[in-house]
């Protein structure tokens, strides 16, 4: 069976058997990528339906049982509510069709998903309600334009968390399945053994935006540093770069001492640092799941984040698997993270629990068997792979000779 993925995909950490030298930069999301590389690894034949803003003409890569097909993006998409984009991507799926789509987002990859004809399921990973509430532009008015066509013509949605799910409305509901984000199984490879823990703390967020509320950590670690002054602060992704908003703000108004901007870096990288931080802080005021969370609790990183911040209560088991707080008040993010780096053995006793947790119920092996099993329902009949592990091995003798 052929299972099409459409949506935002980090084409570097894609399971290829031989990778392209040049591969266009796009906008990208890891967890497309792990759930893809998942799927591989079960032994699906994977076409790939992505964008990249950087190519004149389409693009399609065939690397055995991985296809990629990259569709175009055009500027300042929102003033022609993504035609040029949802019709770029229909466009490689029809030329290079499934026999179903897994469509990450509610947006111009599950549109044009849904106009190729090919069953589909979209996976809801933001409410855009929630997010044209707290982001007041037209930007996100056309975004919640697409999702309202998309999610009343898909006949099948996801969830990405029980919160996603319960601001839904009943008849959404009726159609939805809550299916939580995963982590890979190769995140724990990705972190060094006998972790020498640096003297920083960490945000990974992509964005510097009232919603990820950056700017109330930056006041609270300064607070922190009156009795750490030695202690620094990592921000990581997109507005943290050199000269970005986040180090412009911190500039302004005198909340740069000890701070370090890295911007964007590769996956890899990411967990590296996140892996040898004391905490994360993670000040979003609201969040439908909260992936970097869930890394830090894989790679051995207390975790502090906001007490009412969307899923996040929930992901931490209620307080269990890392400190909730009043993420409004810096000061409450200050003295909270102050306790944590006085106490090692409590940092020690919230990461044992955090991981343990993360196993059980966000590991690839548990939500990736969920997702197949949702499909095969969608579909009305199994899903069945391609490749055996027997047929895998014939193929690798067979090469060898």
């Known amino acids: ?42 032994g ?92 007041r532009d037209i930007f996100r008015v056309v975004r919640w334009i697409m999702n309202e066509i998309v999610v009343r013509k898909v006949e099948h949605l996801i969830a990405n968390s029980a919160y996603t799910y319960n601001l839904l409305s009943n008849r959404l509901k009726r159609k939805t399945i809550v299916i939580n984000n995963f982590y890979p199984d190769n995140l724990k490879e990705l972190v060094p053994q006998n972790i020498v823990k640096g003297n920083y703390i960490i945000t990974v967020a992509q ?20 009795n750490h002054p030695n202690l620094e602060y990592y921000l990581i992704g997109v507005g943290t770069e050199d000269d970005g908003p986040a180090m412009q703000y911190a500039k302004v108004n005198g909340l740069a001492e000890g701070v370090r901007f890295f911007g964007m870096m590769p996956y890899n990288d990411l967990i590296q640092l996140v892996a040898k931080a004391k905490v994360m802080i993670h000040p979003a005021v609201e969040e439908s799941f909260g992936m970097v969370i869930l890394e830090a609790m894989v790679a051995g990183t207390a975790v502090v984040a906001g007490s009412s911040s969307g899923f996040v209560p929930y992901l931490l ?26 106490d090692a053995s409590l940092r020690e006793a919230y990461t044992d629990y955090a991981a343990q947790f993360a196993e059980t119920n966000f590991s690839e092996k548990v939500v990736v068997k969920q997702h197949l099993e949702y499909y095969a329902k969608a579909l009305g009949r199994p899903l069945v792979p391609t490749w055996t592990e027997a047929q895998e091995l014939q193929a690798e003798t067979a090469e060898s000779k």
Not at 12 to 17: G, M, S
């Open 1 to 42: 069976m052929k299972i099409g993925v459409c949506g935002p995909v980090n084409l570097q950490i894609l399971d290829w058997e031989k990778k392209p030298e040049h591969l266009p930069a796009n906008n990208s999301f890891p967890l497309t990528s792990h759930f893809v590389n998942a799927l591989l690894k079960r």
């Open 44 to 135: 699906f034949e994977v076409i790939v339906y992505t964008n990249s803003a950087t190519i004149q003409e389409p693009l399609f890569f065939d690397d055995n049982r991985l296809k990629v097909c990259i569709a175009r993006e055009r500027p300042k998409p929102g003033r022609r509510l993504f035609q040029f984009e949802v019709n770029d991507l229909k466009q490689m799926i029809l030329q290079h069709p499934c026999d179903f789509i897994s469509a990450w987002w509610t947006y111009e990859y599950a549109w044009a998903a849904v106009r190729s004809k090919i069953p589909t399921v979209a996976s809801l990973h933001d409410v855009a309600h929630i997010i044209l509430w707290n982001h």
């Open 207 to 226: 964005g510097f935006t009232k919603r990820k509320n950056i700017h109330t950590a930056l006041h609270a670690f300064q607070e922190i540093r009156q």
């Open 317 to 342: 088991d209620h307080g269990k698997a890392g400190v909730l707080c009043d993420v409004s008040s810096s000061s409450a993010i200050a003295a909270t993270i102050s306790n944590l780096l006085e």
